[in-house]
């Protein structure tokens, strides 16, 4: 996916050449005829050359090698058109939506309006209404030390819906902020940079860590856990009676759980489910909370299910005894939580005519791979960041992962453990057959583009989170930037803390026998 267009002055140098060639919807060579063109022109370029060739024979060789150029060039222009659509595209939805979550944001506000003038005019002879103070305050806090919950976890869904799903079921709302030692601390979710005297300076916080907190009592909670495991299916059934009998609160499990809980007792039949995908796609508009039963596993399934905003997630292991302690400070609030970012990956083939015959996009939490599969040749992966080229990848694969996957398949292959909060992609490539070939970290904002060149010797396979394994013949390519809805897990103490924790007891980091003091001294 080359950054630079069609050169005009190539085209116009060798006309005849390229304008013989039929042309596609999109004002570009048709890719079959380039690729067949190409492939005769090499053809002709690797036969054994006749004995006594004369000066002509040599002047048509590099004609030919020109005319090979020429298409190479026209295809990396089309695939690059392609992606540069594609990413308008995305760009408009998101513009689109952000448009949604304002005008919706303005219409609740003027609808908090009216009930509060109504409300003072009923109340003007009894005690001043409180609510007004309560609203003002919340509003102010909302609007400079915090986010509110329907600017992180709502889409572009249509009105309609919307206002179905709030007859039925009202979700719980939230707001998050900077967490800061101290209640009088002034420096909160915005960094403040200043520009005086020719310094352009920042405000330091306290900490970075962000913190959830209710402003009204979740209602749902929705539990996924781990299959094929006995002591999960009993940690649900405990936690599922809990959560109704001292919380009141709606339940939401997979239809697989639901149906191993009638089989245990038919009290379990006030727990919902889901019929179809498309339920699946609106849980986020009924679903307070998430709670996983299980591993790491576990988390990516439940990261997968939602193509959107996601709610809060609380995990717990398998050994989760004090379940009904921590589920009670996380209901009750605030909670510490983790944004951990996730890549949106698109596949472009080289056969798409525009953008609208792109696949369906991907939505990574750990990393996507691209390795050469079965193929015993290695993997060439030409590589662009933002339409720069970066280097052409000669080796077993390729790793693009986010920092919440710097500890999984990125950390094997020799990438760097990152801290979660940290807005970052890794580029690690997998036993590189150069050795000065190491790891890259990249800044959130890029767009990543890898494509398979046409003259690749066999083609590529690309894997999502370690599933969805897709083949990326020559000429296809894969397009991957950050997504814009993170996953928010919940933390035991703090995002740092946990981060620490893990690398410690899950991967024993650094951890080795302390050296002996018995040994000789410096006199």
Not at 55 to 66: C, G, K, Q, Y
Not at 106 to 116: A, K, V, Y
Not at 473 to 493: N, R
Request: with cysteine; glycine share 4%.
């Amino acid at each position: 996916m080359s950054p630079s267009k069609l050169n005009p002055t190539d085209s116009c140098e060798h006309g005849d050449e390229s304008s013989s060639y039929p042309q596609s919807d999109n004002g570009f060579p048709d890719s079959v005829s380039l690729i067949h063109s190409e492939k005769a022109v090499q053809e002709l370029l690797q036969q054994t050359p006749i004995q006594g060739t004369d000066d002509h024979l040599i002047e048509f060789s590099e004609a030919l090698r020109t005319v090979a150029k020429a298409l190479r060039r026209a295809a990396e222009g089309k695939v690059a058109a392609q992606a540069e659509a594609a990413e308008w595209k995305r760009r408009f939805e998101l513009e689109s939506a952000r448009n949604l979550q304002l005008e919706h944001r303005e219409r609740i506000q003027g609808e908090c309006d009216r009930d509060f003038n109504d409300k003072k005019i009923e109340n003007s002879a009894n005690k001043p209404v409180m609510w007004n103070q309560t609203h003002e305050r919340s509003e102010d806090c909302c609007m400079e030390h915090g986010i509110c919950s329907h600017e992180v976890l709502r889409d572009g869904g249509t009105d309609s819906d919307s206002n179905m799903v709030n007859k039925m079921m009202r979700k719980a709302s939230f707001k998050l902020s900077w967490w800061c030692k101290g209640e009088n601390d002034d420096q909160h979710k915005h960094d403040i940079v200043s520009f005086e005297r020719g310094n352009i300076t920042t405000a330091e916080r306290s900490s970075k860590q962000i913190s959830l907190k209710w402003e009204s009592c979740p209602q749902t909670v929705l539990i996924l856990t781990k299959p094929n495991s006995t002591s999960v299916r009993i940690l649900c059934a405990e936690m599922v009676r809990w959560l109704k009998e001292h919380k009141r609160l709606n339940i939401f499990v997979e239809p697989r759980v639901r149906g191993e809980l009638l089989a245990e007792s038919s009290y379990f039949s006030f727990v919902q489910t889901w019929d179809d995908d498309r339920e699946i796609l609106r849980l986020h508009m009924k679903v307070d909370l998430v709670v996983t039963l299980g591993g790491d596993g576990t988390v990516l399934w439940a990261a997968s299910m939602f193509k959107g905003p996601v709610p809060p997630i609380v995990p717990f292991s398998l050994d989760s005894e004090h379940y009904r302690d921590c589920l009670d400070s996380v209901l009750r609030g605030p909670i510490s939580i983790t944004l951990r970012h996730r890549l949106q990956c698109h596949v472009v083939r080289d056969s798409a005519r525009n953008e609208y015959e792109t696949e369906e996009p991907f939505l990574v939490l750990n990393e996507v791979t691209i390795d050469h599969g079965i193929s015993s040749f290695l993997t060439n992966l030409e590589c662009y960041c933002d339409n720069s080229f970066v280097t052409c990848v000669q080796g077993d694969g390729l790793i693009l992962s986010t920092t919440s996957g710097s500890t999984a398949y990125s950390l094997a292959a020799g990438g760097s453990m990152v801290h979660p909060q940290v807005p970052a992609i890794l580029f690690t490539p997998i036993c590189p057959h150069s050795l000065s070939f190491r790891p890259l970290i990249l800044p959130e904002h890029v767009t990543v583009q890898v494509q398979v060149p046409y003259n690749s010797r066999s083609p590529a396979w690309v894997s999502f989170d370690g599933k969805d394994r897709k083949q990326l013949a020559a000429g296809d390519a894969l397009v991957c930037s950050m997504a814009p809805w993170p996953v928010p897990t919940a933390c035991q103490v703090d995002s740092t803390n946990d981060f620490l924790r893990s690398i410690h007891e899950g991967l024993h980091w650094n951890l080795r026998k302390i050296q002996s003091f018995d040994g000789p001294r410096e006199q």
